[in-house]
């Protein structure tokens, strides 16, 4: 074999060339970046893609980021054929989800409605509908089905070569039967890669080698945690008379999806207790490969599949194929640039959606390569939300079991991953269960969601997109909050130490409002872009002139800490320490929150002495706590940062003085309504980094009169465009039944303006509520919203609301400063 030439440089090495690695290479040429060199260590599509099933479907996701992916996609493919003389097989047969219970039908008409306010033409049908597009599909059980007539399947590898042809065509460098072994850093930074034949200068690295990228990563100290697991499919033998143009059928109660196939059909399988493959880590030969079915393990979930089309259980089966395909720890794509190293991205972990997905996940990470910062909300698949201990063997090997069937589990919006539990466990996290607590996983750490009462066991009794069991537990600790006083363990909020000379022109420079005044006092603010979007959603408290203490949510752990990093020069005497694990959190909120403060502390807690937004270090007992009066719910309240090993002191100190007071527990449920019926925001549900912080509602937050901080100038630029035409609103059903969470459409005089993008139950509201961002096309202010009438639909129903750009609890935030 003749030794490759390899370029001295390029200014972008995308390692991997499946339909990921080209679409990248495809986009990054396109956009104008021409010198980019492709390596894939044998021959394009050999590792997941040569065996991806090719359906390309729009329908299904309630992410905005996701539906937008989907559909450029498929119209990428529908037009690659007349770019580059290349078929991708693109079939646009039509594509039937269908549901047979209740809870996925409420599913599908939640997504369905979201869908279509993106812009794709899903339509609901009746199951003898699905019969005449499906004829071979058992119907008699089913509710409905879904069907987008525009979607349908294509053929992954001729994707993946008419990819790799127009990137060329753009003149990228495409090599085949190079292996990267390495890439190279400098200070931090990425240099170049490695290969067998040399090294390539390169000032960008995108990793993007699949079930093999966590492997390369870690050579690096990248951190990706996806694991390889065993994925199915079976093909049947050829089917007399089979119907031309039949759509693809997906029945995840059944656990298949199913395909026409040279002939006969393909029966796809997604099993709910999944096999992991390789832990210890794939092979770098493996090419083109197979993996011997388990037939045992496999039966039950094959034959229901099958139960589905009955002809295929009798025309006998032609291939059962198990071939490895990576998922990841909560099922988003790994995507963007790792923390650890500058200019190392990635775009890994499809969890089985890289066909459908690739070419708009090409393009949105080429636009975050060229421009610094991508256009798209990446909040949650971006890289930086995962953490390392996620990347243990173990982890791997026990929560991939789960993750790969989560993709055809009904998607209920109260569901905790069950999978690697007990990963992070706060200080008092015995005396929480002890007290009833139903226990959440929340970014790894065991989060109390509600409290069960007295002589009831903390269980969830059937999930369900309705009341479940434990919906009065909550309504009395939202209550318990609102009139009296509760505690709430927050320990799994991300804290850090910013210390040093420039500590404070270091945190005043990337906040935009004025953190760096006088010590003693905590202040809220956002961090920005250059373009003035939000980057961070935060609290910066200035304990004394070169010590700062931030606390972000768990979410935005590594994002904050690596944004701090980042933008700390070689010049700043400022240093950053992420003390998370070392301090628990403990807030004590609600009207008599003050009253149960005094008990335990010899400080003067009285509104003179301790005002809103005071910050200082208290006596607990034993135990010194750095003391802060804030509050995310609503009410007086205060947030008590407690060193890790005297936290159950304090909370047994707590407890005992909060007997005379009636204190109660109160989960994460009631911080959500609690919250949302305050409008508080939260990044990465209600907020994104695609928002201004001015459409945010978060002005009051910002200090233009601040002579410099990043994104001012573009805060400036927008106000400067008059009236806002797009803003965050918040939105209360009128009837107190029905249930919100995420992507329910709001219209106002009948016409769609946005959706929810996180909701709660108000239960002093009396109703569902929600923060929605609308768009309007003309100035939303007040009378605006006052003018109209609206209405948001909820699983196919339309339910009158009311919307608000104020708060529409305590508006004038007088019990947060009573």
Same mark, same amino acid.
């Given at each position: ?84 003389? !290349? ?17 996925? !039908?409420?599913?599908? $008409? ?6 279509? %306010? ?18 071979? /599909? ?98 049947? /033998? ?43 880590? *794939? ?26 089309? =009955? ?13 490895? @395909? ?19 991205? *990635? ?19 080429? &636009? ?5 910062? =991508? ?11 995962? &953490? ?78 309705? $009341? ?9 600790? &939202? ?35 004025? *953190?760096?005044?006088? =010590? ?36 935005? %752990? ?37 009253? !149960? ?26 135990? $010194? ?30 407890? @005992? ?23 508080? $925001?939260?990044?990465? %549900? ?17 200090? !233009? ?57 108000? &239960? ?27 209405? *948001? ?24 400063? /009573?």
């Amino acid at each position: 074999m003749s030794v490759p030439v390899l370029p001295k440089r390029a200014r972008v090495v995308v390692v991997g060339g499946g339909v990921i690695g080209c679409s990248v290479a495809y986009h990054l040429a396109h956009m104008g970046w021409k010198d980019v060199v492709l390596l894939e260590r044998d021959r394009l599509t050999s590792g997941t893609t040569w065996h991806a099933a090719g359906l390309i479907v729009t329908f299904g996701s309630t992410s905005e980021t996701s539906t937008e992916m989907r559909k450029y996609t498929r119209d990428l493919y529908t037009r690659l054929e007349a770019e580059t003389g !290349l078929g991708t097989g693109f079939k646009p047969v039509g594509f039937i989800e269908v549901a047979a219970d209740p809870d996925r !039908l409420e599913e599908y $008409r939640r997504v369905s409605a979201f869908n279509r %306010h993106c812009g794709v033409d899903v339509h609901e049908i009746s199951p003898s509908e699905v019969k005449e597009l499906f004829p071979l /599909a058992r119907t008699d059980d089913l509710l409905a089905g879904f069907y987008v007539k525009e979607d349908g399947q294509a053929n992954p590898v001729d994707i993946t070569m008419a990819l790799a042809k127009g990137a060329k065509m753009q003149g990228a460098t495409i090599l085949e039967n190079v292996p990267c072994t390495g890439v190279l850093t400098k200070r931090g930074a990425v240099a170049g890669v490695r290969t067998p034949f040399g090294d390539i200068e390169a000032e960008y690295v995108v990793n993007c080698a699949g079930m093999w990228a966590r492997q390369l990563g870690a050579r690096s100290g990248v951190n990706i945690p996806l694991q390889s697991a065993e994925h199915y499919y079976l093909i049947t /033998a050829k089917i007399p008379d089979l119907p031309k143009a039949m759509p693809v059928l997906e029945d995840p109660g059944s656990y298949g999806y199913y395909r026409e196939e040279v002939g006969g059909l393909m029966v796809g399988l997604f099993e709910p207790v999944c096999a992991p493959w390789k832990i210890e880590g *794939v092979p770098d030969d493996f090419s083109f490969g197979e993996i011997t079915p388990d037939w045992d393990r496999m039966g039950p979930y094959v034959e229901k599949a099958m139960r589905r089309v =009955p002809v295929t259980l009798e025309v006998g089966v032609r291939k059962f194929f198990c071939g490895p @395909e990576s998922f990841t720890p909560d099922l988003a794509p790994v995507v963007g640039e790792a923390p650890e190293v500058k200019n190392y991205f *990635v775009a890994a972990g499809m969890n089985s959606i890289g066909i459908l997905t690739g070419g708009g996940l090409g393009r949105v990470l080429a &636009h975050w390569i060229i421009n610094g910062r =991508p256009d798209v909300d990446v909040t949650g698949m971006n890289i930086d939300r995962l &953490h390392t201990y996620q990347a243990n063997p173990e982890y791997r090997r026990t929560r991939t079991v789960e993750s790969l069937g989560m993709v055809y589990q009904c998607h209920y919006p109260t569901r905790s991953m069950q999978t690697a539990r007990g990963a992070k466990t706060a200080a008092i996290h015995d005396r929480l269960a002890a007290a009833g607590a139903h226990f959440k996983d929340v970014s790894g750490w065991e989060g109390a969601d509600w409290y069960a009462p007295p002589g009831v066991a903390p269980k969830v009794e059937r999930l369900s997109w309705g $009341r479940q069991n434990w919906f009065p537990y909550w309504e009395a600790e &939202h209550k318990a909050c609102r009139e009296g006083v509760i505690l709430m363990d927050m320990s799994f909020m991300a804290k850090f130490l910013v210390q040093g000379r420039d500590a404070g022109k270091l945190l005043d420079h990337i906040s935009a409002n004025r *953190v760096d005044g006088a =010590p003693g006092v905590i202040t809220y603010t956002q961090w920005l872009n250059e373009g003035g979007t939000i980057e961070a959603d935060l609290t910066v408290t200035k304990l004394d002139d070169e010590r700062y203490w931030v606390v972000a949510s768990d979410t935005a %752990h590594r994002h904050v800490l690596t944004w701090m990093r980042r933008h700390t020069r070689d010049d700043m005497h400022a240093f950053v320490t992420d003390v998370t694990s070392g301090h628990a959190q403990i807030n004590i909120q609600g009207p008599r929150s003050r009253e !149960l403060m005094q008990l335990v502390t010899s400080e003067d807690m009285s509104n003179e002495a301790f005002p809103f937004r005071a910050a200082r270090e208290i006596d607990i007992g034993f135990a $010194r706590a750095l003391c802060v009066r804030i509050t995310y719910l609503g009410e007086l309240g205060y947030e008590l940062y407690i060193p890790t090993e005297q936290a159950t002191h304090v909370y047994d100190r707590l407890v @005992e003085a909060g007997k005379r007071v009636d204190l109660k527990h109160a989960g994460l449920k009631a911080l959500a309504s609690l919250r949302m019926e305050k409008g508080y $925001r939260d990044y990465g %549900h209600d907020i994104d980094n695609t928002d201004s912080v001015l459409e945010a509602g978060l002005g009051f937050a910002v200090d !233009l009169k601040k002579p410099s901080f990043l994104g001012r100038e573009a805060v400036l630029a927008k106000k400067a465009q008059g009236p806002l035409k797009r803003r965050i609103v918040q939105v209360l059903v009128k009837d107190p039944e029905p249930l919100m969470f995420h992507a329910e459409i709001v219209r106002r005089n009948g016409k769609p303006v946005g959706y929810v993008r996180a909701a709660s139950y108000g &239960h002093t509201l009396g109703g569902a509520v929600g923060l929605a961002m609308v768009e309007a096309g003309e100035p939303i202010d007040t009378s605006w919203l006052e003018k109209g009438t609206w209405e *948001v639909e909820i699983a196919g129903k339309v339910v009158p609301a009311i919307a608000s750009i104020r708060p529409l609890y305590d508006p004038e935030a007088k019990r947060v400063k /009573a």
